[in-house]
């Protein structure tokens, strides 16, 4: 049981270029957020889904897009990276609202 | 809408002190509360939670928090603490009614800090 996992660990980017942010969970978690980190502003939710097919703006979702094709994955897409960008992303999953969130060990991304 | 404030941005305490990290929520609706805890380079993980019940909340590696409705508080205290226990601590808030209350909202963290 790997809980969640994120890959890559690292990335740099250069501004206008695109990537995704992979997450995957073995848990058959029905809920998946995905959270960006910044010094001195905690995490803020970027999208969430509450079971695949369905997906939700969180309260910092411009520039990102997801889709919940799967139950197990939720990947995120930075479709032109900006230095704002600049940030460690985590994504977290739980079996039902308002239950304990697991999170992934976090992407360090930065955008030159 | 949610929010969370937490009081304090750093605290720093001797190990075996007592320590009590300051948390304050808004909301519309009634709500479930959390704590998570952060490890220097390392995802977060759950320390104690609030759905119903008990007020008094007990969580791992010793830590408790109570939830006081009429203060809409949620403060998280260990009797005395371990270097180990150095880390960034976060408290986090989501409505209990579920649809669009589904967004876990976070404060800005309380470093913690543990001297010899």
């Known amino acids: 049981n790997a809980g969640v996992t994120q890959t890559p660990k690292f990335q740099v980017l250069k501004t206008g270029q695109s990537m995704t942010l992979q997450c995957a969970q073995d848990?058959?978690?029905?809920?998946m957020s995905w959270y960006r980190q910044d010094p001195g502003m905690g995490l803020r939710l970027i999208h969430y889904?509450?079971?695949?097919?369905?997906?939700d703006q969180g309260e910092v979702p411009n520039g990102y897009n997801v889709s919940r094709s799967t139950t197990e994955d939720f990947p995120l897409r930075l479709l032109s990276a900006a230095p704002s960008q600049t940030s460690v992303y985590f994504c977290?999953?739980?079996?039902?609202?308002?239950?304990?969130?697991?999170f992934g060990p976090g992407t360090r991304l930065t955008v030159l | 809408a949610q929010s969370v404030t937490q009081l304090d941005s750093q605290v720093p305490v001797f190990e075996e002190a007592p320590v009590e990290l300051r948390c304050n929520y808004s909301?519309?609706?009634?709500?479930?509360l959390f704590w998570y805890v952060q490890y220097p380079n390392q995802g977060l993980q759950l320390l104690l939670k609030?759905?119903?019940?008990?007020?008094l909340v007990k969580g791992i590696n010793g830590f408790e928090a109570e939830f006081n409705k009429s203060q809409t508080s949620f403060h998280l205290r260990k009797p005395s603490v371990h270097i180990s226990d150095t880390a960034e601590y976060f408290c986090?808030?989501?409505?209990?009614?579920?649809?669009?209350?589904?967004?876990?909202?976070f404060g800005k963290g309380t470093l913690l800090t543990v001297n010899p």
């Open positions: 977290a999953s739980s079996s039902r609202w308002g239950d304990t969130q697991y």
């Open positions: 609030y759905l119903s019940g008990s007020t």
């Open positions: 848990m058959n978690h029905e809920y």
């Open positions: 986090a808030v989501t409505g209990n009614s579920g649809g669009s209350n589904y967004k876990l909202t």
């Open positions: 889904s509450v079971g695949a097919g369905i997906t």
């Open positions: 909301s519309s609706v009634s709500v479930y």
